[in-house]
C-alpha cells in the first residue's frame, strides 16, 4: 500500500490579464503584501505546505505592478518554503530599488543569519496565527527583542476579534508590529466590536500599522466586498499615518469568486477617497515601514 501523502491541491490562480485601473495611482506607490514563488528546482517546497501554488512567476507579479500602477512592492514569505528565505532574497536583489521582503525565521537563526536578511532588504518576520502553523506569540515576542537591532518589525496573520487585548498584549513588543488584512474583521459584528476597536488603539499608540488588504478573507460579499468598506473607512479615519495598502496577490486558496487585480486598485478609491491621505499611505508610510527610498 502507497502511504505517500499527496500534494496539496493547487491554488486557483490570479488573473493574468490584468485590467488597468481607472485610478491614477501616485508616484513611487507600493504593493506591500504579496506572494511570490520561484522555480521549484531551485527553492524546493517544504513538505508540511499547506498549498500548492499556481503556476505564477515574479514576472507575472511585476507585470501586474506595472499594469495596476505600482512602482515597489513587498514580498511575505509563505510556508510554502518553511524558513528557507532564499527566493525573497535573490528576488530582492534582483530588484533593488523595487521589492521588499518579510520573512519566516524560528529561534535557531544566528545574529549573522539576521544581519544578512537585513541587509538584503528584509524588513520584518511574520508570525501565522490564522492557521495555527506560525510561532507562538511569545516566541515571536523572544524574536522581536533580536531582531529589533536589525531596524526589522514583527508582522501577524490573526483574526482581530479573537484579542480584545491586541492593543495592550502586542503593543508592548520591543518592536512595532503589522497586522495583516485589517485584522481580518468581522462583517457582523461591525466595526464597534472589541478586538477591531483594539486594534484602532494599537495603532494610535504608535506600536502598530495594519494592512489594507485582501478583503474576501472575511467578507460575506462578492467583489466588491461592500461590508469591507465600513472598517476600510474606520481606519482612515483614526489613523491614516499608520496604514499600508497590499494586493495579497495572487490570492492563494481563494474558494470564492477570483478577484481582477484592477478592481482591487479602483477599490482603493472608495476605501480611501481622499487624494492627499492616498499618497501618504501609498507612499508616505511604506517609505517609513519598509525603507524604500524616499520620494
Known amino acids: 500500500m502507497n502511504n ?14 490584468t485590467r488597468k485601473p481607472k485610478l491614477k495611482l501616485p508616484p513611487k506607490s507600493a504593493d506591500c503584501h504579496c506572494h511570490v514563488f520561484g522555480p ?23 507585470a501586474m505592478l506595472d499594469t495596476t500602477g505600482f512602482s515597489r512592492g513587498v514580498m511575505v514569505q509563505t510556508g510554502l518554503y ?40 528584509v524588513r520584518g518576520f511574520r508570525v501565522n496565527r490564522t492557521a495555527k502553523t506560525g510561532l507562538a506569540f511569545e516566541v515571536a515576542r523572544r524574536l522581536a ?9 514583527v508582522q501577524f496573520l490573526l483574526d482581530i476579534e479573537d484579542h480584545p487585548d491586541i492593543d495592550s498584549f502586542l503593543g508592548s513588543f520591543a518592536t512595532e508590529v503589522v497586522i495583516d488584512h485589517m485584522g481580518r474583521p468581522d462583517p457582523k459584528k461591525g466595526v464597534n466590536a472589541a478586538g477591531f476597536q483594539a486594534l484602532i488603539r494599537l495603532l494610535k499608540s504608535g506600536r502598530g500599522w495594519a494592512k489594507m488588504s485582501a478583503p474576501y478573507r472575511t467578507s460575506l460579499q462578492e467583489p466588491p466586498y461592500n461590508d469591507i468598506t465600513p472598517f476600510a473607512h474606520a481606519l482612515v479615519a483614526a489613523v491614516p499615518d499608520r496604514l499600508v495598502w497590499g494586493s495579497d496577490w ?28 492616498r499618497t501618504r499611505i501609498l507612499v508616505d508610510n511604506a517609505e517609513r515601514l519598509y525603507g524604500f527610498e524616499r520620494a
Not at 499527496?6 to 490579464?17: E, F, I, Y
Not at 521549484?40 to 511585476?62: E, H, I, Q
Open 145 to 153: 527583542e533580536r531582531v529589533k537591532g536589525y531596524g526589522m518589525h
Open 82 to 121: 518553511g524558513n528557507d528565505n532564499r527566493f525573497i532574497v535573490d528576488a530582492i536583489r534582483a530588484h533593488p530599488n523595487r521589492l521588499r521582503g518579510i520573512a519566516l525565521i524560528g529561534e535557531s537563526i544566528t545574529d549573522r543569519e539576521l544581519e544578512d536578511l537585513a541587509r538584503a532588504g
Open 40 to 62: 521549484r528546482d531551485r527553492y524546493p517546497w517544504a513538505a508540511n505546505r499547506l498549498y500548492t501554488p499556481p503556476p505564477v512567476t515574479l514576472d507575472n507579479y511585476l
Open 250 to 277: 495572487p490570492h492563494v486558496l481563494l474558494e470564492t469568486t477570483m478577484p481582477n487585480d484592477g478592481d482591487l486598485v479602483d477599490q482603493i478609491a472608495v476605501w480611501i477617497p481622499d487624494e492627499a491621505t
Open 4 to 17: 505517500v501523502p499527496s500534494d496539496p491541491p493547487m491554488c486557483a490562480g490570479p488573473h493574468l490579464d
